[in-house]
């Protein structure tokens, strides 16, 4: 922990925000992230840019992803640049920065999730090495801006920063616009499954033409099209511009983690890693941040899920369907959520039909009417912990026989079985579940 | 008969889930053995003719765009005067009074079949719950969720909706406008899925028939929830003029 070249006041503001992080721990008050960088901020503003000179630096935003694919790639540049300063929690603006900075040696690698609000802000003050920029969509509209002006914002910031490299899905018009005035972007084929927000240009306002089939490309009558990719996801591997093709085995589900970890090693590339030390790497990781992960509710096991928006909410309707276990969802509408859950009516919940399903969390009565609408049966329960039990005593006849039994003799033979419960939650509603949950080990 | 329920411009005008008002209005003619057809309308293709039209939420140069290709088809003005039934939602509704602000802050043309022009208004966006007193006595209780940063003007020949009973609505202490068949408002939620009478009045339009009930147990739900919802926050901040509550009777 040397932090012996920052001049004094820094020094203190460093003291002091480990120090109330350890106290917001102790005291149960929450994950210890955001109180102690915001004392710190306040003893030394220029903080954030103190404890960042120096550091080889990754900036990952995005409406999507962006926990996953900051926690992969603090995992794929360890090997080449040794273990990364990270918000490994989701605390994504200043003080969560300045917390994951002040736990660790100065000149250390810092992998930082930001906000997407923030990180105009962020590229021009800490310079980072590579920005790496998963997606724009829809997301709590009745607190941040429109997703065309985000991209906007972040466009003006990445052209005046010829030293910071990006990495880019250039699937999504909106973040191939935010940099297309960058500097050597990388551009990466990552795919955009919800194109509702994308298919007004954002060069001239025109109408953006999506190719048919997954990997088709798009283009505007202006001329705006996806750039010439060069790196290309194909079925399980990956395809580099030099025509290497590597296979990405990965612990974590779904399409859209493949994206991210493509994304993640492409960025631990222009840091410095190689194609497969980052790979093998990404391909170990089973959780991040409790999502994905297998925990023990009422002594029965659930897999948890978190989606934020509709496009997350898409992806993960994805992975669960088809399927037969009972499912769990739970809505809240708490600031952190956004205030106003009108987006549950562009979520598809239509494909739940036949499936065993539990409404639960504040807002579980506009989630009983939108399944209501979408034919869906359903239970409301207000508890999030008895939904889970709810949905698995329901279910009991459909899953594998004997589930039962094997979730109250053992958690961890249940785990081993993958869950009996799927669990999807928004923001809120996924950690108060993870709050009371146990983890069942892996 | 068959009810065709055109949602127009979703690509343009989808952004806080008002699309879900087409859904309801199919689900609840369904329920009832009425044939319905719901037909995604999207801004590349000519309007197809129906008998109901949904409009939604956009954002700034969305809604000019849908405006711009509403205005020069003309099919929309048709269908209202063929008798079609309209409800638009927030940057829908703007779109079809006479003028509203684009995204440069340049007043645009409506569609005109509302009379109402909408400037920007100049304090903070109205983001928040809305519930409303219907101007029509048949209707309970509105409730939905608005997020807008216009200011709405009525003209003579616009009648209000609704008067506000908590959020900000027009502006002016009422809510949205009705000429005819065609209903505007800032109701997000989506509006019919919380003011399912509503949703079953603009289906009795189209349909020429009185409705049976349909058994809305959720929705009633929903209803007595967010409009309790309502009335605590204001509780807590102790406003002080009383306003009419009615819980969950739809």
Known sequence: MSAGT????????????????????????????????????????????????????????????????????????????????????????????????????????????????????????????????????????DRTSEVRMVANKWRRALSVSPATATVVNADDPLVAWAASGAASPVWVGAGLSWREDAVGCPSCEGRITFAAGEDGGWACACGFSRPRLGVRIEGDDVVLADGRRLRVALALPGRFNRANAVMAAAAAVVMGAGWEDAIRRIGEVDEVAGRFAV???????ARVMLAKNPAGWRELLDLVCPGERPVVVGINARVADGRDPSWLWDVPFER????????????????????????????????????????????????????RARCARSPHLAASVEGEVDFIGNYTAFTDLMARATRTGT | MSLEIVVVHPDLLGTYGDGGNGVVLAQRARWRGIGAELVDATSGEPLPTGDLYCLGGGEDAAQTASAERLRDEGALERAVGRGAVVLAVCAGYQILG????????????????????????????????????????????LTGFENHGGLTIRGPDAAPLAQVAA???????????????????????????????????LLSWATGRRLEPLDDVEEAALREERISAVRERRARHRVRHRVRYELGSS
Not at chain 1, 295 to 301: D, E, I, K, L, P
Not at chain 1, 373 to 395: C, F, I, K, L, S
């Open chain 1, 6 to 141: 920052l001049p004094v006041r820094t020094r203190v503001a460093v003291a002091a925000t480990r120090a109330v992080n350890a106290l917001s721990r102790h005291a149960g008050a929450g994950s210890g992230t955001v109180a102690g960088g915001n004392v710190g901020l306040a003893l030394d503003p220029l903080l954030l840019e103190r404890l960042a000179a120096g550091r080889p630096m990754a900036l990952v935003s995005g409406t999507n992803g962006k926990t996953t694919t900051t926690r992969l790639l603090a995992v794929a540049i360890e090997g080449a640049l040794g273990r990364a300063a990270t918000n490994a929690t989701g605390s994504n603006m200043p003080a969560g920065h300045v917390t994951a900075l002040a736990a660790t040696p100065q000149g250390a690698p810092a992998v930082l999730e930001v906000d997407e609000g923030y990180l105009p802000r962020l590229v021009a003050s800490l310079g980072p090495r590579v920005v790496v920029l998963l997606n724009l969509s829809r997301d709590q509209l």
């Open chain 1, 295 to 301: 925990v023990g509710v009422a002594g029965c096991a």
């Open chain 2, 98 to 141: 006479r003028s509203f602000t684009g995204a440069d802050g340049r007043a645009r043309s409506g569609v005109g079949l509302l009379d109402v022009r909408t400037v920007k208004g100049a304090g903070r966006r109205a983001v928040g719950e809305l519930l409303a007193e219907p101007a029509d006595d048949r209707l309970p209780l």
């Open chain 1, 352 to 403: 739940l039909r036949g499936r065993t399903v539990v409404a639960t969390g504040e807002r579980r009565r506009d989630l009983a009417v939108r399944l209501h609408y979408a034919g869906v049966p359903h239970r409301t329960v207000r508890d999030e912990v008895a939904a889970v039990r709810a949905a698995w005593m329901a279910g009991r006849g459909t899953t594998a026989a004997g589930a």
């Open chain 2, 167 to 201: 959020g900000v609505g027009n502006g002016d202490g009422t809510e949205g406008a009705v000429l005819g068949r065609v209903i505007g408002t800032y109701l997000h939620g989506p509006a019919l899925a919380r003011n399912p009478a509503l949703a079953d009045l």
